[in-house]
């Protein structure tokens, strides 16, 4: 761990959120992906 | 076209509310920013101009959805735009409507409260010009915001989504003007930058309002 | 002359009506039939150039046409004669508006309702005054959509000699209405063009 | 076979397939080297400390997001004019990602300025911008979900879209305007690229590619998310109409 000196909160965080943030709009993307390719299979399979 | 203007005057001025709504929302936007800033002079002096301009945008925007939405509900926007009227110039005589019945009164107004907020005696010239100026683009890009959400059930809030960040470069040189002005600096530019926003939606936006509403109608 | 050939009409992406072709000569109507949903009012609209065709085309003189809809526009806040007014004005930029004004208001009796606003109106008098616009347009292509929902007979009856007037001055109209207007003029049965499944929605690239 | 073919929508979902796993790989590759390169070995600024390293972040991330909108843009044009499906879809996946990009450069935009400004949030011109193209995101975003009809809606959305980016650079040259008296010199702004330093520059590349590899990634795959719904919605319309 580098030493962060008096900004160390600041930099964590800006990290953290950022990170965060990235996780959320690709598990958001990837659980839609998933519900609607099944779904999709629903429809398909009825046809 | 000028039938269509006459007409929507004379149903804004025989429905009531028209004139007055607007004008009592800016009124008691103003009267009510007192309230919660403090009363010192000084701060309401300095940020009259500011306060001025954004209680008249929202104002504007007031008024904005009922501007296709009637025609639109009792059929009238389709008989127009089979009519040999070009919905270019529908869609320009729409805002200019809007204008008169909302834009003008605000800036005939401004000055008197402009005097309950202790604006500085130097900027009143430069609050009429601006919002002389500014208040035209606010009607028009409204006009394209509202022919946008022409068709959907509860298009209000969408309508101010969409529009609010549109006025963002008019409120910034209005309210701008206005406060060179009040400290006696030089608002030229301010005021020439206004006017060409306003001279470029004119010239731009009726081309998409009427893109936009032949869309909506199919 | 209004020439249509060929036409595919959509509603909401999806075509309903496919192959439609006629030919409707000055001075004749037509009748369209079908029931319910058939796209009648599809294709009144895509003929009045409300909505673009998917394919085919549709050919009548430029600044001709006149399209009335369910929905007859008319301003609550406006008088029966102002309601009539804006529309020859629309029509005619100005010049014999007046005349022409007097003129439909007769023939569709609503002389002496001329003073009241559109809003005290009943059903039957608006549709009489949305009706009226089409002889203030002085338009010769009529585009009509059931123009007889909530007219009485003796109302009905009123429509269909204008109309009949309309015609024997060489104008033309596309009529989509269950009744028997009293005209003597061909049926077009829309059931027979009723778009297949499987023919080009806008979708059609996703299947 | 012209490359227009590449943009029919079963065509589309032909070669996305094989290609999104390897654009996720790469983009985590990326960023994970980029980002570990950039917070565990690189030296601090000696004026600014430690919170030189939220660049690897806030730089990368301001970009995507600007071009996250240029790229909404031009899929917007080539629907109008070509009337292709899948790029509206695209425009329609990317705007999401977008906002993610614009609430980035925003919130370490913020951290970034508190050690220069002594405070989290000042209205510099450059902050501000963001945050006046997240809202032009905002609205993007509703209009696509309030309309049903989805060529109306992608229609409606492509002009607001060619509307917006003309008044978003009306407001990027209105807020200049408007604040240019505090504007900080090129040492302290967060324009960055100015007055980088090697160590900095290399893992910031890294992490840009990270960035832009994501971007696309995500794109391709909300792209299929789309064309399925679409695919789903005819299917269904066809099976009510039989």
């Known amino acids: 761990m580098p030493d962060l000196g008096t900004y160390a909160v600041e930099v964590l965080s800006a990290y953290a959120v950022s990170i965060a943030l990235l996780a959320a709009i690709v598990g958001l993307s990837w659980r839609r992906y998933v519900r609607v390719r099944a779904a999709l299979e629903r429809v398909e399979k009825n046809d | 076209m000028i039938a269509l203007l006459l007409r929507d005057l004379r149903l804004a ?30 701060l309401l002096s300095r940020i009259a101009p500011g306060i001025l301009w954004v209680a008249s945008l929202l104002a504007a925007l007031l008024s ?115 406060r060179r ?14 006017g060409g926003i306003t001279a470029g939606t004119f010239a731009l936006l009726p081309f998409a309002t009427a893109a936009v509403l032949r869309i909506n109608l199919r | 002359m209004l020439t249509v050939s060929n036409l595919t009409c959509a509603r909401g992406g999806v075509p309903v009506l496919s192959g439609v072709s006629f030919e409707v000569a000055s001075g004749d109507a037509l009748i369209l039939r079908g029931p319910n949903g058939i796209g009648k009012t599809t294709l009144l609209r895509t003929l009045a150039g409300l909505q673009p065709a998917l394919v085919g085309t549709v050919d009548y003189p430029e600044d001709a046409g006149a399209y009335a809809s369910h929905a007859d526009g008319i301003k609550a806040a406006l008088t029966v004669t102002e309601n009539l007014q804006f529309w020859a004005d629309v029509y005619e930029g100005s ?21 009241r606003m559109g809003g005290t109106l009943s059903a039957g008098q608006k549709r009489r005054l949305g009706l009226a616009r089409l002889a203030v347009t002085a ?46 003029a061909p049926e077009l049965d829309l059931t027979p063009f009723k778009a297949a499944l499987d023919q080009g929605g806008s979708d059609e690239a996703f299947l | 076979m012209s490359l227009w073919e590449y943009a029919n929508p079963k065509r589309f979902m032909g070669w996305t397939r094989p290609v ?31 919170t030189v390293k939220i660049i690897y972040l806030h730089v990368p991330a301001a970009l995507m997001a600007i071009n996250a909108w240029i790229m909404m843009l031009v899929a917007s044009l080539i629907w109008v004019v070509r009337r292709h499906h899948v790029s509206a879809l695209a425009a329609r996946a990317a705007a999401p990602v977008g906002v993610v990009m614009t609430l980035i450069a925003l919130f370490t935009g913020g951290i970034w300025g508190q050690p220069m400004w002594g405070t989290y949030w000042a209205w510099d011109p450059r902050l501000t911008s963001f945050l006046i193209l997240f809202l032009f995101y905002l609205g993007y975003i509703a209009l696509w979900e309030a309309i049903e009809d989805p060529d109306t809606a992608a229609d ?29 010199g090129a040492s302290l702004s967060l324009d960055a690229e100015e007055n980088v330093a090697d160590v900095f520059w290399f893992p910031l590349l890294v992490c840009i590619a990270g960035f832009v590899l994501l971007f696309i990634a995500l794109v391709l795959m909300r792209t299929r998310t789309e064309i399925r719904v679409r695919r789903m919605r005819a299917l269904e319309a066809r099976m009510r109409r039989a």
Request: aromatic share 10%; charged share 15%.
């Open chain 4, 156 to 184: 409606l959305t492509s002009v607001l879209c060619m509307v917006g980016s003309i008044f978003a650079i009306l407001s990027r040259y209105a807020v200049l305007f408007w604040n240019q008296g505090l504007h900080q």
């Open chain 2, 13 to 42: 001025v025989r429905a009531g509310g028209g004139f007055g709504l607007g004008l009592a929302f800016f009124l008691i936007v103003v009267v009510l920013v007192p309230f919660g800033v403090g009363p010192e002079t000084e």
């Open chain 2, 64 to 178: 904005l959805d009922r501007i296709f939405a009637l025609d639109y509900e009792d059929g009238s926007l389709a008989l127009l735009a089979t009519s040999p009227l070009p919905l270019e110039g529908v869609a320009l005589m729409k805002a200019l409507a809007h204008w008169i019945t909302t834009g003008l009164p605000l800036t005939i107004a401004a000055p008197a409260l402009g005097f309950l907020l202790s604006l500085a005696p130097e900027a009143y010239v430069f609050l009429l010009l601006s919002l002389l100026i500014g208040t035209p683009a606010l009607s028009m890009i409204g006009t394209f915001g509202a022919a946008l959400t022409v068709g959907l059930r509860r298009g209000g809030l969408l309508l101010s989504l969409l529009v609010l960040p549109l006025y963002v470069p008019t409120l910034i040189f209005g309210a701008e003007a206005v």
């Open chain 3, 139 to 184: 338009r010769k292509v009529l585009f009509l959509d059931e123009p007889t929902v909530s007219l009485d007979r003796p109302s009905v009856k009123l429509f269909a000699d204008w109309l009949h007037d309309h015609l024997s001055n060489g104008g033309i109209a596309v009529i989509a209405t269950h009744i028997d207007l009293g005209l003597d």
């Open chain 4, 20 to 50: 999104l796993p390897w654009t996720f790989a790469l983009a985590g590759l990326c960023l994970a080297v980029g980002l570990i390169w950039g917070f565990f070995f690189t030296p601090d600024d000696f004026r600014q400390g430690s």
């Open chain 3, 95 to 115: 010049g014999s508006g007046r005349t022409l004004r007097e003129t439909a208001l007769e023939a569709f009796d609503l002389l002496d309702l001329h003073n």
């Open chain 2, 181 to 194: 002005g009040a400290d006696a600096l030089d608002p030229t530019g301010a005021l020439l930058l206004l």
